[in-house]
């Protein structure tokens, strides 16, 4: 929706954009309410959020994705692993 907004310029899809991210706060707190540790949680956000934003890039607007794209994304979701992994050996 940010890029639709056109800097701020269009309602909706600056409507659209503020509604998508008051739900994903809104959806990250529950999570962390329910005992995931922070970082943990924001982890897996930040990633996905840069995986799932390439993936629309590519089908919405034809953004470029090439290999060395393709590996940087796969070292996030790399990262995002090691993250988890650490913090549950360490409960």
Known sequence: MLK???GFTRLWPTV???CGYALAF???AQVIRLGVPVG????IWAGSGIVLVAVAGKVLFA???NGLTLAGIGLIV????????ST???H
């Open 26 to 28: 809104y959806l990250e």
């Open 63 to 65: 953004d470029a994705v």
């Open 40 to 43: 943990v949680t924001y982890a």
């Open 16 to 18: 659209g954009l503020v």
């Open 88 to 90: 549950s050996l360490a």
């Open 78 to 85: 790399a990262g995002v692993l090691v993250v988890q992994v």
């Open 4 to 6: 639709y907004s056109n």
